[in-house]
Nanobody, 117 residues
């Protein structure tokens, strides 16, 4: 069992930056593949970025070069650093932990990111 708590969302102007944090508890954090998803109103939830236990990363094309995912296994925390934010980045961002090998996913409660002038 894993509990995930996101923080760091908010309102930011276009071109601004935010850093999201996801604190995990309840299990061995280092063995999970961690990811950030987002869901905008009227749209399906989409994978934004992921990071394996070994530090390999994945990014959606829409955020490459602007977002960076990282993890601190000692602190049981995963981060999403977001730069050059655009209005289309507005969404609820969810932290996800994928258990291996069965692929079961745990979800956080989500944090709102709004990019608007």
């Amino acid at each position: 069992q894993v509990q995930l708590v996101e923080s760091g969302g908010g309102l930011v102007q276009p071109g601004g930056s935010l850093r999201l944090s996801c604190a995990a508890s309840g299990s061995i954090f280092s063995i999970y593949v961690m990811g950030w998803y987002r869901q905008a109103p009227g749209k399906e939830r989409e994978l934004v970025a992921g990071i394996t236990s070994g530090g390999n990363t994945y990014y959606a094309d829409s955020v490459k070069g602007r977002f960076t995912i990282s993890r601190d296994n000692a602190k049981n925390t995963v981060y999403l650093q977001m730069h050059s934010l655009k209005p289309e980045d507005t969404a609820v961002y969810y932290c996800n932990a994928k258990r291996l090998p069965d692929g079961y996913k745990y979800w956080g409660q989500g944090t709102q990111v709004t990019v608007s002038s």
